[in-house]
Each structure stands twice: as structure tokens, then as C-alpha cells.
């Protein structure tokens, strides 16, 4: 479609790809090998929607499937959107909320119910909130080092699993709580995205509790896990197991927001279609998302 300012907002086409790669490396700083993995492996042009102006990609953003999980075992579906970005040159125009706009379409034709998003700074919450985002997921954060970091003595392993058999690990250990679960390719770009890195995806077992952590390493000597879910008794047990399996100076923990030390935060929005499942977010009510790819 076109807009009354002449701008065209679609889906991407397939020779549209070295724009879009240009553009997201610009903006983000993305190595080219996690391009090639994310296109190869995520999305195709078609699940990108683009603004293009006069034959160039002047605004994107990538939007991904995704499940929203109740607890009382509903669930709906939603478009994640990522990479969502424009030209420093072309900011101010009004291009940015336009690629909103049209991603709401996007997603309303396909049948979605809703769609989720994370801002990149603490900034965006207000832009977002004025194109009807409201906030919706919280995690827990907090640094450790590694010499705070107990050494029991128990028998605790940390064993790393394949992406298949996380998502199913994850989604029983979630069983009962609002969150958003995710389809292979997306638990497989975060067990390629922590390989890489020198992390992984683990399957815990903590004094007979099993939980689950999604572990990357940003520099040799710091390690963030992106998730752990373990029951908060468990969580010390847990960090010794982790730290175990992927040696660092210091780590940074994420969780699920319970009642434990740490700084809780907004990690996410979202925007609901449907009428009769707004009222949770209007209710304040809180869910849990899980890595996100920031």
C-alpha cells in the first residue's frame, strides 16, 4: 500500500535483502554471520515489512511468531517485532510510527491477536505507549561475581540440551504462569546466539529440582544469563552449577519477577486486538517473556 505521502509499506521482497542487512547492521552493529543465520533461520523477506521511499528501504521491522501463554491454559497469538529500526536521516518524518501502523495491519490480517515488542532504551516507553503499547512483562535483574557465587559442595550439573527439547523443558517449568512461549526457530536463534558465544542452553538439576538457562557471554569474562527459571530456594544451587559450565569474572541474572532481591524492570510491551483479552493489560497485570534478543 501506499501512503498519502507517496511512501510504500509492504511486505519486503526477496531482492530487498541486502538493503534491509545494510540497514541492521547501521543501526544495530549485528555481525553479517547472525544476519545470515537469523534470515536463514527466522524469518523470510515476507515476514519483514519495510517503508520504502523512491526505491530504498528507509524503515524496517521483522515480526516474528509467537505464542502468549494464560494460566489458566489459554493461549493467543502474537507478532513479535524486532530489528525495528530507521534511517538516522530519515528520522522526524513520522516514518517509524507509519511501520507500526502498518505492522498492526499486517498482523490483524493474518488473524494475530496481539503484538509484543521491547524497546531498546527506557526512552521509547513513552513513544511506544503513544501507539497503544502498554507495558506487560517484568524481569528481575541483579550482578553477581564470581567469587559471591556459593560453593556448596552438593551435586549440581549443569548439561546442556538441544533447542527442541528447552522449549519443552521451559514451557513445563512455566506451566501456570502468563508468558510467552517460543517455536523452534527462535529457541534455535538464542541456542546459536549463546553457542557462539561461549554460553548455551541448559537443562539444571539442582538437589533433585530441575530447572532450565539460557547463558551467553559477552566478553570472556562476563557471562549474561538471559534466563533461569528455578525455584527461588534452588537459585544459588543454580548460579553454582551455571558457573560451573561457563566460567566467568561476573554474572548477570535474570528471572522471572518474584519476590526476591533484585532490581525488578519492564522488559517488554505489548497490544492486544482482541477486546476481551485487553482488560489484562488494563488490569495490570504482569507476564513473563524470557530472553527477548536484545
Known amino acids: 500500500m501506499k501512503d ?10 526477496p531482492e530487498e535483502l541486502p538493503q534491509q542487512m545494510a540497514l541492521w547492521r547501521r543501526i544495530f552493529g549485528d555481525t553479517q554471520e547472525f544476519l545470515d543465520y537469523f534470515y536463514n533461520t527466522c524469518c523470510s523477506p515476507r515476514d519483514v515489512v519495510v517503508l520504502e521511499e523512491k526505491g530504498e528501504v528507509c524503515s524496517m521491522a521483522a515480526i516474528l511468531p509467537m505464542t502468549v501463554c494464560f494460566p489458566d491454559g489459554r493461549i493467543a497469538s502474537a507478532g513479535y517485532i524486532y530489528a525495528f529500526c530507521t534511517r538516522p536521516e530519515d528520522r522526524g518524518r513520522g516514518m517509524g510510527g507509519a511501520i507500526l501502523d502498518y505492522a498492526d495491519r499486517y498482523l490483524k490480517e493474518k488473524g494475530a491477536d496481539g ?5 531498546a532504551e527506557k526512552s521509547l ?18 550482578e553477581v561475581a564470581r567469587n559471591e557465587i556459593s560453593q556448596s559442595g552438593e551435586t549440581g ?19 501456570g504462569r502468563f508468558h510467552v512461549a517460543y517455536g523452534l526457530p527462535l529457541l534455535s ?20 529440582t530441575e530447572g532450565c538457562a539460557a547463558v551467553e557471554k559477552s566478553r570472556s569474562d562476563y557471562a549474561e544469563i538471559k534466563e533461569l527459571l528455578l525455584p527461588p530456594q534452588a537459585l544459588p544451587r543454580g548460579l553454582e552449577a551455571i558457573a560451573a559450565a561457563v566460567p566467568a569474572t561476573r554474572y ?8 526476591i532481591e533484585g532490581d525488578e524492570r519492564p522488559f517488554g510491551m505489548m497490544k492486544w486486538y482482541r ?17 527477548g534478543f536484545d
Do not use: M
Not at 505521502?5 to 521482497?13: D, E, I, K, N
Not at 505507549?129 to 528481575?140: E, N, P
Not at 550439573?157 to 506451566?175: F, H, M, N, Q
Open 252 to 259: 548477570q541474572v535474570r528471572i522471572p519477577a518474584l519476590e
Open 125 to 142: 516507553y513513552e513513544y511506544f505507549g503513544s501507539h497503544g503499547y502498554r507495558k506487560c512483562f517484568l524481569k528481575r535483574i541483579w
Open 4 to 13: 498519502n505521502r507517496g511512501w510504500a509499506l509492504r511486505p519486503s521482497f
Open 157 to 175: 550439573r549443569a548439561e546442556k540440551i538441544s533447542p527442541e527439547d528447552y522449549g519443552v523443558l521451559r514451557e513445563r517449568l512455566l506451566t
Open 189 to 208: 536463534l538464542q541456542n546459536w546466539i549463546s553457542e557462539v558465544s561461549g554460553g548455551g542452553l541448559f537443562r539444571l538439576n539442582v538437589s533433585g
Open 275 to 291: 477486546e476481551d483479552l485487553s482488560g489484562i493489560l488494563n488490569g495490570g497485570q504482569s507476564g513473563y517473556l524470557g530472553f
Open 115 to 119: 503484538v509484543i515488542l521491547v524497546p
